[in-house]
């Protein structure tokens, strides 16, 4: 069994600081060789070479620019489609609710309007009573003369500033 204490097995400045430092300088190696390979292989001088690599780059170019229009048009044309189709949908499931409130409405429409405003009155003043609530829980702070009553409804409400809302 050997003894690894006399190891100093710390990272190198360059590694210690998340490897930056060794990535930078395995690039640079690659980069030295990837030059070097390249001049002793190269099969033409570099203006003749520079020239090839550039129409190359052209015709990618445009290859990708006929591509690229494409999708976006293809995505367009998707997009104008997911567009009708949710209106269609929109549409066909506002008909639908129509249609089954009106079949299962027991009253006329005077009569659910006006019961609906009274539960919807209900629902306002008894939210506004929670909230009433739940402050005076949350705040036991002395109230000012003739505000120790619970606001009753959202008229009430709208008449004094320093209330809930």
Known sequence: MSDNSNFNLQPLNGAAEGGRGGFVALAVIAAAFGAGAAILLAPDEGAETRRRVARGLRSIGGEAAG???????????????????????????????????????????????R???????????GTVDRIERLRQRAEPVEEPAGEGRPVRSVQELGRDPDSVF
């Open 115 to 125: 019961k609906l405003g009274g539960t919807i009155n209900r629902i306002k003043i």
């Open 67 to 113: 591509g690229i229009a494409q999708l976006q048009r293809e995505i367009r044309r998707r997009r104008d489609q997911s567009r009708r189709e949710k209106r269609v949908f929109a549409l066909a499931g506002l008909l639908v609710g129509a249609g089954v409130a009106a079949l299962i409405t027991p009253d006329s429409g005077t009569t659910t309007r």
